[in-house]
């Protein structure tokens, strides 16, 4: 189990990681005031990242991105200069479980596939839900990939390098209401079967 890190009040709301605190609400000051008796703080006043994630604030919008962690990426997987990409996976890709033959290629690259799809992962999972469907469709080649799943890793990650200030966006002002979608053809690929 692990120890509680969101604590909401009636008028706050605090969030803490290790060692570093978010307050929101009309209490945060007098919180603050309270806490600083106790333990020596730093105020960094209105908070701008927090454990990598920039947070982008205007008119009653908030932006949560990660543009510091897409750069790393590019530079580590060396795409600083590879052609832009507008989607994050082909529309029209049929990725199939990789012959012994193509896994053995594959594995001539010293890859750590399962790492580089971890990082997606941990994308889509925080500040950029566009990215679910390529991770989940990349994740199932996790103990067996092949070049063609890396070439699919790599157009992700040039999506990744052309909409790096994606984020999400929350607005006070926007509609609240819940949009679904369902993938229809899933039956479809014989590989899930």
């Known amino acids: 189990m692990a120890d509680a890190c969101l604590f909401i009040g009636k008028d706050l709301i605090l969030f803490a990681w290790v060692d570093d605190i978010i307050l929101i609400g009309k209490e945060a000051n007098n919180i603050l005031n309270k806490l600083s008796k106790d333990f020596r703080i730093k105020d960094l006043g209105l908070e701008s990242h927090i454990l990598g994630i920039k947070i982008s604030k205007s008119d009653h919008i908030i932006t949560l991105s990660r543009q510091y962690f897409i750069k790393e990426l590019i530079i580590q997987y060396g795409l600083e200069d590879s052609k832009l990409s507008m989607t994050p996976m082909q529309s029209n ?84 209401d819940i949009i679904g979608y369902s993938d229809l053809s899933w039956a479809e690929e014989n590989n899930r079967k």
């Open 93 to 176: 890709i049929k990725l199939e479980t990789a012959t012994d033959k193509e896994h053995k290629e594959f594995n001539k690259l010293k890859i750590n596939y399962r790492a580089a799809i971890g990082s997606l992962n941990y994308l889509s999972q925080c500040t950029r839900p566009d990215l679910a469907y390529p991770v989940g469709t990349l994740s199932q080649f996790l103990e067996k990939p092949s070049l063609s799943h890396w070439l699919a890793f790599k157009r992700a990650l040039k999506y990744l390098r052309k909409t790096k200030d994606l984020g999400l966006t929350y607005s006070m002002n926007g509609s609240s």
